[in-house]
C-alpha cells in the first residue's frame, strides 16, 4: 500500500460482534480499519481476526456520546495515520437499545439514555468524521467519501411503547437527511440504511423465524454498505431498505 | 358550570403570544384553561385577556424541560382544581429553536439545547398529564380527551443546517405516533399538526408574503384542534396538516 | 333561501347508503346538495329522506367513469339550478373495488375496470367541477370552495395481491396532490382523507371488531369533511387520516 | 457459457437510447439479453452495440401496452431460447410521459393514454416475466431473480399540472410494492427505483445544470440496479433513489 494511500481510512463506529464486524471486514478490504466501541476486547477480537486475514485493523475503545472521549479517539488516530489522515467512509452504526415499556412507567433519566446513542453519538461522530471527508474538488480517492447511518423500520413507523426507541431512529433518518443536503454538494455521500427485520447473529439465534435467509445475513448488510460507498456522485443513494426475502411487512 | 365540570380542564404548554394564546382562548369556550409557558407575564396577559372574556383561565410558570417544574405545576393546579382533577385537552405547543447554521459551527451542548423543549418537554408534559386523560370505559365526558402536538413540515424533511430542529421535529412526530399506539385504545385521542407555512403573528409581521391570508391564521391552528378534540372514537385524526392556500410547497 | 344562494349546491358523488349518504345529509344542512351514483333507487332513496328532514337533494344516476355521462348529468344540474350554478363542496366518495387475489391469475381488463372509478372516474369529476369552483377572490361565499376525494390506507401502503387496489388509491391521493397544489392558489381547498379502517355500514355489519366505536361511523366521516370545508384559506389540510381508536395499526 | 445458463435471460422493457441501454449493456456482462421497445431500429441499434462487444443481445419491437404485443414477443423468446427459459433480471424502464399541463385543459383520452405505459404497460410485463422468475426453494442461479421497476420523485409528490405523470408514478410504486409483498416469499427480489434528477443523455443535454455530474449518469442507474441484482434473499432492498449530489432536493 502506497504511503499516501495509507492515510485513507475507513472509520466504524458500533463495531461489535454482528453487523459492526462484518461492516469492519468488508471495509478491510479496502482500507485500512478503525473501529470503534465501549468495549475494547470486542474491538481487539474483530481487529485481532481482520489482521489475521491480511486486512489492516486497530480499535479504540470510545464512548460516542461524549465529546471528549471521540476527540481523544481522533488524537489517537491521528497519532497512527498523521495529522492529515482522511476518511474513505465512516460508519455509524450504534445501535439504539430497543426497550419496550408503558410510557407512564418510563422515567426521563433512563427515557434520554436510550436517546443518547443516536442523538449525542452520532452527532458528536458526524463532527469528528465531516472535516477529513469533504472534497468538493471531486477529485481524490476512488470514491466519494460516504457517511452512512444505520437506521431501522422505526425511523418511519413509531411502535406503542416505544417512544425512545422510535424518536431516536426518526432522529437519526433527519440527521442522516439533513447532512445529506448540506454535504452532498461538498463531495460527501451521506446515506440512511433502514434495516427491517432481525439481523442474524449469535444474539438473536432463538428468535423466529428458523427459516433459511430469513434473517438479515450481516455480510449482506455490510455489502449493501460497500456499495453505497462506490455509488459515483452523479448517483448518490440517500435510503435504501434491507429485509429478508420472507418478510411479511 | 356544574361543580364536577369545574373539575376539568384544558392544559396548554406553550402559551405564548401567538398561536398558544389563541389555543387557549378557544378552548377557554368549553373548560378552564391552565396555561404554562416559562415567562409568567405572558400567562398572566392571557389570562387576563380570557377571564375578562367570560372564559376562566390561569397561568404557572413552568420549565417544561424539567421534570420538577413540571411536577411543581401540576401540585398547584391540583391545589386549584382538587386531588382528581382531570384533562380534557392537552396541548404541547412548545416551540423547538429555529436556528439554522453550518453542521461543523454547531456545538454539541447547544444542539442538545435545541432539542430539550420537544424530548424533555414533550416527555414531561406527556407524563404528567396522560393519567388524568386515561379513559378506557369512554364514558365521560362529551369528547375523548385529547392530547396534541405541534410539528412542522421539517418532521417530514430535513433541510441543510437544520438536524437539530428537524430532529427535534421528527422526534415529536414519533412521540405522537407511539402515544397514539399506546394510548388510543384507552381512549385517549393522540395528534399530530404539521404547521407547514408561516404564521401570521407579530414576530413573522416583517417577513414575506404578505398577500391576505397568505399566513396561517392563530386562531385557525385552534380552531383545528377544537376539531381535533371534537372527534368522537370512531375516527380519530391521528396527523393533519394546516397550509396556507397561495403555499407553493 | 335567497334566489342567489339557492344556486350555490353541494356535489356528491359515490353517493351509496353508507358514507356517500352520511355527507349528502351533513352538506344538506347548508347547500341543496346534488348526489350522483349509478343507481337511480339509492339516490332517490337518499334524497327523499333528506327533502323529508328539511334538506334539499336530488339525485342524478351517473356513469362518472364516462365523460359524456358526467356531462349530461351537468347539463341538469344546470337547468335545475341555473347557468351560473357554483359548487362549494365537491366531494369524491367513488370507491375502488376492493379485490384480492394473486396477481398471476388477474387479467387486464379486470384490473383496468378495477382502476376506472379512480382514475377516469376522479378525472372527469374534478374537471367539470373545477371551473365552478375557482375563486380567485376569495370573497364569495362563507367557505372556500372545497374539493375532498375520500382515500384509504392502501394509498400509503400497497399489500401483497393488491396492486389494483393499491394503484388506484395511490392513484387518487397523486391527483389530490396536483391539483391542491394547481387550484389551491386559485381558491379551492382539495383534500384527501385517509380512511383507515372499516367503516360501519350495513355491508360490514358482520366483520369483526364488534366492540362498539371499533369501526369508523359514517357520520363522523362527513363530519370530517364537513370540517375541512369550514377550514378558511389561511389554513387549508391536504390530508387527514380517519381511524378507530382501538386499531392496532 | 454451458448450454443450460444459455437458457435464462435478462429481459429489459425501455430499452432506449438513454439509461435503457446503459442497463442492457450492464446486464449483457453476465446474461443473454432481451430488449424491447417499440422502435426496431433503436433495438437492433443497441443489440448490435452489445454483440460487438462480446455481449449477446436480440431485441423485438413491443408495445408493452397491448397483451396481445406482449404475448407475441414471449412467443419469440421461447423461440429463440427455448420453451422453457428463465428470466433472471427483468426491468421495467418504460417511461411515463412527461407533459405538464394545467388540469382543465387536459382531455381524458390524452390522460389515459399517459398512464398507459406505467399501468397496462407494467401490468402487462409482470404477468408475462413473473411465471419464470419465481424461485421458491431458492437453489437456482446465483442471484435471486430481480424484478425493478424505474421510478421517479412523482412517485412520492405530485407537482401542480402533473396530476396524469404522478398518477402513474404513484402507480408504478403501488404495484412495486404489492408484487414484493407477494413475490418476495416466492424468491423474487422486487425493487422500485426512484430516479431524482435529470438522467444525462443527448435528450437532456441543453438543459442545466451542466456542472460535471450534476446529471445522473446512465451507467450509474444501470449499476445500481445491477447491484439490487446481486442482492442475496437475506438482504433485499424494495426502495432506493438515485440523485446527483449537487442536488438542492
New interface residues.
Given amino acids: 500500500m502506497p504511503a499516501s494511500l495509507s492515510k485513507t481510512i475507513a472509520l466504524i463506529a458500533g463495531a461489535g460482534p454482528g453487523t459492526g464486524a462484518a461492516i469492519s471486514r468488508r471495509f478491510a478490504k479496502a482500507y485500512p480499519v478503525v473501529l470503534l466501541a465501549r468495549n475494547q476486547e470486542t474491538l481487539d477480537s474483530i481487529a485481532k481476526d481482520i489482521n489475521q486475514n491480511g486486512g489492516s485493523a486497530i480499535g479504540f475503545a470510545t464512548d460516542a456520546t461524549s465529546?471528549s472521549s471521540m476527540n481523544e479517539t481522533f488524537s489517537k488516530i491521528e497519532e497512527k495515520f498523521g495529522p492529515d489522515f482522511r476518511i474513505a467512509a465512516a460508519i455509524y452504526n450504534v445501535a439504539a437499545r430497543f426497550q419496550k415499556s408503558?410510557?407512564?412507567e418510563?422515567n426521563?433519566d433512563d427515557?434520554?439514555k436510550q436517546?443518547d446513542p443516536t442523538?449525542?453519538g452520532a452527532?458528536?461522530f458526524?463532527?469528528a468524521a465531516?472535516?477529513r471527508m469533504i472534497n468538493p474538488s471531486?477529485a481524490a480517492g476512488e470514491h466519494?467519501p460516504t457517511l452512512i447511518f444505520t437506521g431501522a423500520t422505526a425511523a418511519l413507523?413509531?411502535?406503542?411503547?416505544?417512544?425512545a426507541f422510535?424518536?431516536s431512529?426518526?432522529?437519526i433518518?433527519?440527521?442522516s437527511?439533513?447532512?445529506a443536503?448540506?454535504?452532498?454538494?461538498q463531495?460527501v455521500?451521506v446515506s440512511h440504511a433502514v434495516i427491517d427485520g432481525l439481523i442474524?447473529t449469535e444474539a438473536t439465534k432463538a428468535y423466529p423465524p428458523h427459516e433459511?435467509?430469513?434473517?438479515?445475513?450481516p455480510d449482506?448488510?455490510a455489502?449493501?454498505y460497500w456499495?453505497l460507498h462506490t455509488?459515483?456522485?452523479?448517483?448518490?443513494?440517500?435510503?435504501?431498505?434491507?429485509?429478508?426475502?420472507?418478510?411479511?411487512?
Same sequence: chains 1, 2, 3, 4.
Fill in positions: 465529546s408503558p410510557f407512564l418510563q426521563l427515557f434520554m436517546l442523538i449525542k452527532f458528536n458526524a463532527q465531516l472535516p471531486g466519494p413507523k413509531a411502535g406503542s411503547g416505544l417512544s422510535a424518536m431512529k426518526f432522529g433518518r433527519a440527521m437527511q439533513s447532512l443536503r448540506e454535504f452532498g454538494p463531495g455521500h442474524d433459511p435467509d430469513a434473517k438479515i445475513a449482506q448488510i455489502e449493501s456499495y455509488q459515483p456522485r452523479s448517483a448518490f443513494t440517500q435510503e435504501l431498505d434491507l429485509r429478508p426475502f420472507s418478510e411479511t411487512w
